[in-house]
């Protein structure tokens, strides 16, 4: 789903503000040729991305809903808090993925030394009784 597409000349800046949380992808396309960059054409691309309450104009907040410097305080601070407890719960899904990464890991790790266990007491066996087979063929036991 494309959220935004324009078009701009050598130079433009534009300002979007998504209200769908997830992830997002932001792709650029230079309409010159290949020719025109390789012969000396420098192609500057700066991107500002700002996220999470720091992307708020307050002041514009405040004239549109004509908020008092302690109720434009207020919102600012609950936008903190939001923001604080979406990286929390961020970093709590990050934890937990971590935590059943490691438990796979080293359940992988325990079902690999139980593998390399029994195929060792395997090949002493075998070994064990080629010896016996052998000695016996010699006759020196």
Not at 28 to 33: F, G, K, R, V
Not at 74 to 82: F, G, Y
Not at 101 to 114: A, D, Y
């Amino acid at each position: 789903q494309v959220s935004l597409s324009r078009q701009y000349g050598s130079e433009g800046r534009f300002t979007f503000t998504s209200h769908t949380p997830g992830e997002h992808q932001i792709c650029l396309h230079s309409n010159s040729t290949r020719m025109a960059l390789f012969a000396g054409g420098k192609l500057r691309v700066h991107l500002d991305i700002q996220v999470g309450e720091h992307t708020n104009n307050y002041p514009e907040i405040a004239a549109k809903d004509k908020l008092t410097e302690l109720q434009l305080r207020a919102r600012q601070l609950l936008d903190q808090v939001e923001q604080i407890q979406k990286e929390q719960n961020y970093q709590r899904y990050r934890e937990e993925r971590f935590r059943m990464t490691s438990e796979s890991t080293n359940q992988r790790v325990l079902w690999w030394s139980i593998a390399q266990t029994i195929i060792l007491i395997l090949t002493g066996i075998w070994q064990m009784r080629h010896l016996k087979s052998f000695f016996e063929a010699k006759k020196l036991v």
